[in-house]
């Protein structure tokens, strides 16, 4: 079936970093675009960060610009995310989402296929 997982989430103190990854498998296509969003408790969905692994082209809230990497391992069907100086605002369950419908990388774009999500958690 096709599935997003997202994995490497956890406990980490303010100014620290994390890297998150998400593994794409059984998508009926290989073009497709890759988005990170978060939910913080009782707050809505935010777009962070998307990339798509047709050209590369990648988009960024500026919450995140200068602090947040996305990167794509096509080969492996994996997207990583890579968080620095990390803020106790960045709490949240992080998602990562698949675009196979319109393979358009953008932060208020819909995506088709959805992770279960991965907690991070920033102390101060």
């Known amino acids: 079936e096709a599935q997003l997982v997202e994995s490497g989430g956890g406990l980490v103190q303010a100014g620290g970093s994390l890297t998150l990854s998400c593994v794409a498998s059984g998508l009926p296509l290989d073009d ?9 408790p009782g707050k809505e969905r935010e777009g962070i ?4 692994r047709t050209d590369g082209t990648t988009d960024y809230a ?5 602090r ?3 990167s794509s391992d096509n080969a492996k069907n994996t997207v990583y995310l890579r ?8 709490t949240a369950v992080y998602y990562c ?10 932060i ?17």
Do not use: H
């Open 97 to 106: 989402a698949a675009d196979l419908r319109y393979n358009y990388c953008s």
């Open 62 to 66: 500026d919450s995140v610009k200068g």
């Open 49 to 52: 960060l998307c990339i798509s």
């Open 83 to 90: 968080m620095n100086n990390l803020k106790p605002e960045d």
């Open 32 to 40: 497709y675009a890759i988005g990170w969003f978060r939910q913080a």
């Open 108 to 124: 208020y774009g819909w995506y088709d296929y959805w992770g279960q999500g991965t907690q991070v958690t920033v102390s101060s």
């Open 68 to 70: 947040f990497t996305i």
